[in-house]
T-cell receptor, first 116, second 114 residues
């Protein structure tokens, strides 16, 4: 079955330090991977996607993600965290068995807490 | 902010009642998907509409139904509400269905069933 795992419920980092939010996936065929961020009482905001090409993908707000096929991972990174980055982060994969819907399968989410 | 708007933002209903949630897609987007996000969980795919037809469905019972209109706005209807239907309902629009296009989400409708 297609699935996404975010092994950490919460990640704590000090402002100015690099951050990593982990994601691993299991999908048949080529993976199409996405990161979204959710602020309290808000919808999801698209950060970045990996479809094909370079393994390092750059996205919004200084975030980037590294696709690693051998480790089936797509970790989200930022070189220098801001307090305003504190939010709930979701990794998602398109379900290739979902017909042409492009149905997204989401992980459970990781809360990022950046402390001043 | 995306151009996807949902209404209402909050709603309280009684078990057994029916509810209709609305979504206006981003300009130029002909595809709308609906997701249910229970507390502490990731969103779960309910169904998708493409050019006014249902284009795929997740593991939700038939009492969850939808519509898409010629202007590509959409409704999600839930009949015979159950307590477990309490969740944030998210609408997402995209340029077209498929694996490569990103989906842009609205702010959601928080439904509470009592």
């Amino acid at each position: 079955a297609q699935s996404v795992a975010q092994p950490e419920d919460q990640v704590n980092v000090a402002e100015g330090n690099p951050l990593t939010v982990k994601c691993t996936y299991s999908v048949s065929g080529n993976p199409y991977l996405f990161w979204y961020v959710q602020y309290p009482n808000r919808g999801l905001q698209f950060l970045l996607k990996y479809i094909t090409g370079d393994n390092l993908v750059k996205g919004s707000y200084g975030f980037e993600a590294e696709f690693n096929k051998s480790q089936t991972s797509f970790h989200l990174k930022k070189p220098s965290a801001l307090v305003s980055d504190s939010a709930l982060y979701f990794c998602a994969v398109r379900d290739p068995l979902g017909g042409n819907t492009g149905k997204l399968i989401f992980g459970q989410g990781t809360t990022l807490q950046v402390k001043p | 902010e995306t151009g996807v708007t949902q209404s209402p933002t909050h709603l309280i209903k009684t078990r057994g009642q029916q509810v209709t949630l609305r979504c206006s897609s981003q300009s130029g987007h002909n595809t709308v998907s609906w997701y249910q996000q229970a507390l502490g969980q990731g969103p779960q795919f309910i169904f998708q509409y493409y050019r006014e037809e249902e284009n795929g469905r997740g593991n939700f019972p038939p009492r969850f139904s939808g519509l898409q209109f010629p202007n590509y706005s959409s409704e999600l209807n839930v009949n015979a509400l159950e307590l477990d239907d309490s969740a944030l309902y998210l609408c997402a629009s995209s340029l077209e269905p498929g694996l490569r296009t990103e989906a842009f989400f609205g702010q959601g409708t928080r439904l509470t069933v009592v």
